[in-house]
């Protein structure tokens, strides 16, 4: 025998165009344990009222409280005046996500505070409604933008396909502009933070609660976060999986799930179908991938992709995640577990024997003895400092070390120097490792620039490095990168010399020049001088831009782990015209082998009437800031060396890449090295600055 509540259900569902499968009658025990659990965790049950005249059906929210087993009272949301003496209760709804429990018991009492019923033996039954679960949402504000006309209102609830939100009242008068038909813009917003934004489509429309509610589901199931890229991270399936931790940012809890894949760039989990709570451009503001209980990564992501599957038993969904941000201590850990992850001779900043890394500096010959009798009188700073760079994992720079049972065969490293470009330098592969382990770490630092430049806090808009030309490795790597994109706004290429200022040599003054803290019309003009020159990214890199002058961001990031780096900016005059900008770059000894981020560069503006006088009074007025003695001096362009006639002992070539070029970058990597293993030409030398 059929239930009233089903009939009456089935009826009402009917009249508006529903139906009711697979119902199946829930025990009194039951309800009154579904019911507390409703309050407990501070949800609501719909109550259904019909018109006594008109047929009208109404729903309004009401909080159940604890239940005993007979009497059940419920408080409504909002009052509710004079709504009674014109609808009968026809029953209540208890939404459990994919089921849904319908209860009609008898009313007790009716008042305008709320309701109180009698819960019979069979008065409940619950049945399948939706095939994904909507869970409620707390604080997140709603804007729906169509055609010039604003609608604001919050979050209801949602699932992976679809959101609710309720609109005021007062908005009602408005809708007639809102067109079903057309998508709109979509944006969810909780304090502020941005969760997600995107087109969407209007899928249904009720009123509900002095509210109108909208049903809309994203019109796509990818984004297109970063643009898109022939050379991607590689994505590793993690054995055991390692599980990704986070509460929904619209309120949903606390969920885990499963990586099934992970790389430096993202990750992918799936979930059930109809269980999903994640969905293409949803914003993650704080991530967990947890891989043991004391190992931990942190970040910001965002969901990119959502794809179907079904293995004939249960339908899952996989999706896609960028990292957007991540701090630099997990940036290191993650790269350091993927790079050994894929090949176990591979390391990213670790903790490295002191004595075996000197050992290799000097057996590789990256130290030769021109270099080290540069540095002899200063060795125990070259050593204090290794010792924070490597031990410390000071997270302004990265090192990247081939290493076979304990002997090191290769070395790469890079410290961020500039705002926005890291400093590409210690390039050296021992003698026995040869061109495989060179290689080894050149792929190591261009996969950890590939996938980590894109975050904010990496700061990374550019790679430098410099090189001498007869250094055949880095000129056939750098300097056939920039020859092959012809494009020196990806790739450029300027030459400095190195000459090496003595403090001490009296010089005498020059009266005619003046020197004074540069200024942004200088820079203007250096960048007007640089462009007719080179036209590369040399200035950029460096930080050499009017609102960039005072900077002290970079300057406070060293001091906050011990290390120095400071940079100052002078502009020579003479008779009040501009001859040269100076910038005075100072570090701690040792953090370049070759002295390069503890010097000045001079960039001649304007040659004519610059003097060799004029030069060395100039440096000697801003020899005071070092320490040293002898103190490297890389001026450009190089032709004023020659017409000043100043003595310099080698030349440097500054390498610049604009990471927006990596792939043409890594598509002149894999053919420069296909071809020199079709030659099978060992380079011998890869020793770099």
């Not at 005993?68 to 208890?94: H, T």
């Not at 560069?601 to 040293?628: C, K, N, Q, T």
Request: proline residues 3%; contains cysteine.
């Amino acid at each position: 025998m059929k239930s009233k509540v089903i009939t009456a259900l089935q009826t009402d569902q009917a009249e508006q165009g529903g139906q009711v499968r697979n119902a199946k009658k829930v025990c009194k025990q039951k309800l009154v344990n579904l019911l507390n659990y409703v309050n407990f965790t501070n949800a609501n049950v719909i109550v259904h009222l019909r018109h006594r005249k008109f047929n009208e059906v109404i729903s309004i929210t009401a909080k159940p409280q604890p239940c005993k087993g007979d009497m059940l009272k419920c408080f409504w949301n909002e009052p509710s005046k004079n709504i009674f003496a014109s609808f009968d209760f026809l029953y209540f709804v208890i939404d459990g996500g994919l089921v849904m429990t319908t209860v009609q018991p008898e009313v007790q009492e009716i008042t305008e505070e709320g309701i109180v019923f009698l819960l019979g033996e069979e008065c409940a039954i619950e049945y399948a409604r939706r095939k994904s679960v909507r869970r409620r949402s707390t604080g997140v504000k709603a804007e729906v933008l169509q055609n010039g006309v604003l609608f604001s209102g919050v979050l209801r609830d949602f699932s992976g396909v679809s959101f609710c939100i309720a609109i005021p009242e007062e908005a009602f008068a408005s809708f007639r502009y809102l067109n079903p038909e057309e998508p709109v813009m979509f944006l969810l917003k909780k304090h502020h933070d941005i969760l997600f934004s995107g087109e969407v489509r209007i899928i249904n429309q009720r009123r509900e609660d002095h509210s109108h509610m909208l049903i809309v589901e994203p019109t796509t199931c990818r984004i297109n976060r970063y643009k898109n890229k022939e050379y991607r991270s590689s994505r590793h399936r993690i054995i055991p999986l390692p599980s990704m931790v986070f509460d929904h940012p619209f309120g949903g809890g606390s969920f885990s799930l499963e990586i099934e894949d992970l790389g430096g760039s993202g990750f992918s989990v799936e979930e059930h179908a109809s269980e999903a709570v994640l969905f293409p451009g949803l914003i993650l503001p704080e991530v967990e991938i947890v891989f043991a209980s004391d190992f931990t990564i942190k970040c910001q992501a965002q969901v990119v992709y959502r794809k179907t599957r079904a293995d004939g038993k249960n339908d899952y969904v996989r999706f896609g995640i960028a990292f957007l941000d991540m701090d630099n201590h997990d940036q290191i850990r993650l790269s350091a577990y993927l790079h050994h992850y894929s090949d176990n001779k591979s390391y990213v900043c670790n903790k490295v024997s002191q004595e075996n890394l000197w050992r290799f500096f000097f057996e590789s010959g990256f130290i030769y003895p021109e270099k080290y009798s540069s540095m002899e009188g200063r060795k125990e700073n070259f050593r204090e400092t290794y010792r924070r760079l490597y031990m410390d994992n000071a997270y302004i720079a990265r090192h990247f070390i081939y290493q076979e049972k304990g002997a090191i065969l290769g070395h790469m490293a890079m410290v961020r120097f500039y705002e926005n470009a890291w400093l590409i330098h210690h390039h050296a592969a021992s003698r026995a490792g040869n061109l495989r382990a060179g290689v080894a770490v050149l792929n190591q630092v261009g996969r950890y620039v590939n996938e980590f430049h894109s975050l904010r806090s990496t700061h990374m808009n550019y790679v430098i490095c410099y090189y001498r030309e007869n250094n055949k490795f880095p000129s056939r790597v750098f300097g056939g990168c920039a020859a092959a994109l012809k494009n020196p706004k990806s790739c450029s290429l300027d030459s400095f010399a190195y000459h090496k200022f003595i403090k001490g040599y009296r010089i005498s003054a020059q009266e005619e020049i003046e020197l004074d803290n540069c200024r942004p019309s200088d820079i203007e003009e250096l960048k007007r001088f640089y462009e007719h020159h080179s036209g590369g990214g040399m200035l950029k890199a460096f930080d050499l831009e009017p609102d960039l002058i005072h900077c002290e961001d970079l300057n406070r990031e060293f001091e906050k782990i011990g290390f120095k780096r400071h940079r100052k900016l002078f502009s020579l005059r003479k008779k009040g015209h501009l001859k040269a900008v100076i910038m005075v770059n100072i570090s701690d000894v040792g953090l370049n082998f070759s002295n390069l981020t503890n010097c000045l560069h001079f960039f001649a503006v304007d040659e004519e009437d610059l003097s060799y006088e004029d030069f060395e009074a100039a440096i000697s007025r801003l020899s005071g800031d070092y320490e040293e003695t002898e103190i490297p001096v890389l001026i450009y362009p190089t032709r004023f060396v020659v017409s000043a006639n100043i003595h310099y002992e080698k030349l440097y070539t500054l390498w610049v890449l604009n990471v927006q070029a990596l792939d043409q970058y890594f598509e002149f990597i894999d053919s420069l090295f296909a071809r020199h293993h079709r030659e099978n030409n060992e380079i011998k030398n890869t020793v770099s600055e």
